[in-house]
């Protein structure tokens, strides 16, 4: 049975190093991009090891396309919106507090501003055997761009048609989004 709470809620904070030269990473879990029927989209980023020190950050699209990106952690500077807050209309800290209600629902909230968002995620026996089949590749195949994109096709059969696990972010940088796990929400 799948149990994100007991998997994820205790994950240590550690200062970690890349696999690769020149290169930097973060290691966690998120919630890369829940549309609602509004418009409104809300991503959640959780990533207790990488090169800098853990933090956690939840992003807001409203309707329109204009981003917003909340940081729970001392320096902005340093994390997502480093790369990404070029193209977002505000950066800004916040208390984000997460909490496990179930072994796949987590609730999380922030004060300021106010959101109390609950979620509860699922697999499919699909997405079990892909999983399984990714994590068991070498992680040297992350860097080859035909891997990547061979790896995005099965996204787009599940219905995440707009999935790049790699690209230019607006800060100019590169990035390779090397995923274990995927699962529904």
């Not at 829940?34 to 853990?54: A, I, T, Y």
């Not at 997405?127 to 992680?139: G, R, V």
Request: hydrophobic fraction near 40%; proline fraction near 6%.
């Amino acid at each position: 049975m799948l149990d994100l709470s007991t998997r994820l809620s205790n994950l240590p904070a550690v200062r970690g190093q890349a696999h690769w030269a020149n290169h930097e990473y973060v290691r966690g879990w998120g919630v890369f991009g829940l549309p609602f029927d509004s418009g409104h989209v809300l991503v959640l980023r959780v990533f207790p090891e990488n090169d800098f020190g853990p933090y956690r950050t939840v992003w807001y699209r409203d309707p329109g396309g204009s981003w917003s990106i909340y940081v729970d952690e001392a320096r902005l500077d340093t994390v997502c919106p480093r790369y990404y807050g070029a193209a977002s209309k505000h950066v800004g800290h916040a208390d984000i507090s997460l909490t496990w209600t179930g072994p796949t629902s987590l609730r999380v909230t922030m004060e300021s501003p106010a959101l109390d968002w609950t979620l509860t995620a699922s697999s499919t026996r699909l997405l079990d055997f892909l999983n399984t089949i990714s994590t068991a590749l070498p992680l040297t195949t992350w860097r080859s761009r035909s891997i990547i994109r061979a790896r995005e096709a099965p996204a787009r059969a599940l219905g995440m048609d707009h999935m790049r696990l790699s690209g230019v972010m607006p800060s100019g940088h590169r990035n390779n989004h090397a995923s274990a796990d995927v699962l529904y929400r």
